[in-house]
T-cell receptor
Framework: AQSVTQLGSHVSVSEGALVLLRCNYS??????LFWYVQYPNQGLQLLLK??????LVKGINGFEAEFKKSETSFHLTKPSAHMSDAAEYFC?????????????FGKGTMLLVSP | GAVVSQHPSWVICKSGTSVKIECRSL??????MFWYRQFPKQSLMLMAT?????????EQGVEKDKFLINHASLTLSTLTVTSAHPEDSSFYIC????????????????FGPGTRLTVL
């Protein structure tokens, strides 16, 4: 069975500071991993995804994430936060148990950016 | 490319009525669409997987007679909330997978903007 844990329901950073959003997954087989961003009252936008290629994945808006199998982690980072990054971020996993068909989402982390 | 629309974006209805939500893939063919439900400040919960031309697969705990899903074409899936009650009030989000992406081994879901349902 696939599952995702996002540590911290809220993360606050200052504009220009490093952003680190944590995601740990549980999967008995190599997973596909995703990070999505959701702005208020909107759907989800894909930031980046890991599908068994390079372990360091670069996404849109300057975000990147590193797949670490030994730590079962897929943390999202951005070197310098911008006010427009304030949103809800969801980590998601898909694995062979679902035929890589369905996504299981974490509870989400709200990123707050202060001036 | 890969745009998914939902209609309506928001709806308010009286308890006991039925509400239909449409999900369309605008520039690709989607053999599979997914319906999610999101309560305030919570994560997305998969309700059902909808495959074109066949019956939807519902997740455990989701009432198939209450949440009717129809995927009649490669670009349209509908979710009908029957006899809606206030506890059905939620944000409903659909996603779609491009048929060509699936064939190519890619597994990205493209999400619609969501529909806010409020049942009075």
């Amino acid at each position: 069975a696939q599952s995702v844990t996002q540590l911290g329901s809220h993360v606050s950073v200052s504009e220009g500071a490093l952003v680190l959003l944590r995601c740990n997954y549980s999967s008995s087989v190599p997973p596909y991993l995703f990070w999505y961003v959701q702005y208020p009252n909107q759907g989800l936008q894909l930031l980046l995804k890991y599908t068994s290629a390079a372990t360091l994945v670069k996404g849109i808006n300057g975000f990147e994430a590193e797949f670490k199998k030994s730590e079962t982690s897929f943390h999202l980072t951005k070197p310098s936060a911008h006010m427009s990054d304030a949103a809800e971020y969801f980590c998601a996993v898909s694995d062979l148990s679902s035929g890589y068909s369905t996504l299981t989402f974490g509870k989400g982390t709200m990123l707050l950016v202060s001036p | 490319g890969a745009v998914v629309s939902q209609h309506p974006s928001w709806v308010i209805c009286k308890s006991g009525t039925s509400v239909k939500i449409e999900c369309r893939s605008l520039d690709f063919q989607a053999t599979t669409m997914f319906w999610y439900r999101q309560f305030p400040k919570q994560s997305l919960m998969l309700m059902a997987t909808s495959n074109e031309g066949s019956k939807a697969t519902y997740e455990q705990g989701v009432e198939k007679d209450k949440f009717l899903i129809n995927h009649a074409s490669l670009t349209l899936s509908t979710l009908t909330v029957t006899s809606a009650h206030p506890e059905d009030s939620s944000f409903y989000i659909c996603s779609a997978r491009d048929r060509e992406d699936w064939r190519g081994g890619r597994n990205e879901q493209f999400f619609g903007p969501g529909t806010r349902l409020t049942v009075l």
